[in-house]
């Protein structure tokens, strides 16, 4: 089978270039062959297409706990009430 390469130029902030050089090593691969798996990885997992379908992919999957959701709300209202005193 005949593959054909194509070199490209992307820009990483800096954490994102110590994890590529980190999986790199941690896989013993090359740089392009994380972005590769990379990709397949991305490509692998199911896309929702619109905000709706996100949001009911989350329940399906088991959303959040009622006690976990009700104590960040607990903390965003603590926080808004902060916000008049600054």
Do not use: C
């Not at 896989?27 to 929702?48: D, M």
């Not at 905000?51 to 808004?80: I, S």
């Amino acid at each position: 089978m005949t593959s054909s390469l194509h070199r490209t130029t992307f820009s990483l902030d800096e954490p994102a270039v110590r994890r590529l050089h980190l999986l790199a090593r941690r896989w013993n691969v090359s740089q392009a062959e994380v972005i590769r798996r990379a990709l397949a990885l991305a490509e692998s997992q199911p896309y929702e297409s619109t905000a709706l379908q996100a949001l009911e992919a989350f329940h399906e999957k088991g959303g959040l706990a009622a006690e976990k959701a009700a104590a960040y709300l607990t903390e965003v209202a603590a926080g808004r009430d902060d916000w008049g005193r600054e």
